[in-house]
């Protein structure tokens, strides 16, 4: 972070509930902390988010919401979340759970699949967790088109949309419904080993045969291509000198189970800033001064 000096980072996630409470728009100052850097910066107010801004010399437009610790009537909705699956979906069911067990300030509304019978999907229905298809092909005309997927999220009130293993690639329409607010989990340290084709154990084995010594997953935003929007958050492991691509692939996974949970913890709890130059950050629920 060499232009720390320069940083200023802003809030993150809801224009609508920022519209109920825009009467308590203010801009205060605070001091932001990047490791061991401390900032006096402008921070705006989750309620700006609708509002221009006030110092026209930033020129942005703050969209999403971040809850203002010092301020009593600022407490947290609970999300909804939408999770997309194609597969046997741990990284699902390690959500959901955390979700349950109140790890994770919101709740599974809905299950999107291409694959009816996938674990994932057995596992929604198992929890009273509705499943929807998408999208529509010729063996499942059942399945739901782009802009029917849109309002059916909608009706569900859908806050965030989690990709946990969802292999087709999300159609630009539902990017830009949910802008900021689509996330994915890709199997290695991108931007190393992803894009098309890159999926499964042809991530793990690629990442052997080039002689990487690490590896491990990445949270990203998802834009309209495959595994290219920011990234988030990452966990390392090691790659090991007799790994298999079986072996490499569940110490990965076992990572992925942690990091997908805390960061989906961090977004339901309007924990995520975008720093000027477009990067997302977590704020630390421990140490608000804290940015990883
Ligand atoms: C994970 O490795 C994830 O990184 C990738 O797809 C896999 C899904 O695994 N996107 P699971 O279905 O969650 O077990």
């Not at 308590?24 to 309620?47: D, H, I, M």
């Not at 979340?81 to 599974?108: K, P, Q, T």
């Amino acid at each position: 972070m060499s232009s720390t000096t320069g940083i200023r980072v802003y809030s993150s996630i809801n224009v609508h509930k920022s519209l109920e409470r825009r009467r308590l728009c203010r801009v205060y100052t605070r001091n932001l902390s990047f490791g061991r850097q401390c900032l006096e910066k402008p921070w705006f107010a989750p309620e700006l988010a609708i509002e221009k801004p006030r110092d026209s010399r930033t020129g942005f437009t703050c969209r999403n919401c971040v809850p203002d610790a010092e301020r009593e009537d600022c407490a947290v909705r609970r999300k909804k979340l939408a999770v997309f699956v194609s597969g046997g979906g741990s990284n699902f069911r390690s959500i959901h759970e955390a979700s349950v067990g109140g790890l994770v300030h919101g709740d599974v509304a809905v299950l999107v699949t291409d694959k009816p019978g996938c674990g994932g999907a057995e596992y929604a229905r198992a929890n009273g967790i509705p499943v929807i298809l998408f999208p529509k092909t010729k063996s499942s005309a059942e399945g739901l088109s782009s802009i029917d997927l849109i309002t059916t999220l909608r009706k569900f009130k859908v806050d965030f949309i989690l990709l946990a293993g969802y292999l087709k690639l999300i159609p630009a329409e539902l990017v830009q419904a949910y802008p900021k607010s689509i996330l994915n989990i890709h199997p290695s340290l991108l931007p190393a080993f992803g894009g098309k084709g890159f999926y499964g154990l042809k991530v793990h084995r690629a990442v052997i045969a080039s002689g990487a010594r690490y590896s491990g997953p990445t949270v990203h935003f998802v834009d309209e291509n495959f595994d290219t929007g920011r990234t988030l958050a990452q966990r390392v492991v090691p790659v090991l000198a007799n790994d298999t691509a079986e072996e490499l692939a569940a110490r990965v996974l076992h990572e992925e189970h942690q990091v997908y949970v805390e960061v989906v913890s961090a977004l339901c709890e309007d924990r995520i800033v975008w720093r000027e130059d477009g990067v997302p950050l977590i704020r630390s629920r421990e140490d608000p001064n804290v940015y990883t």
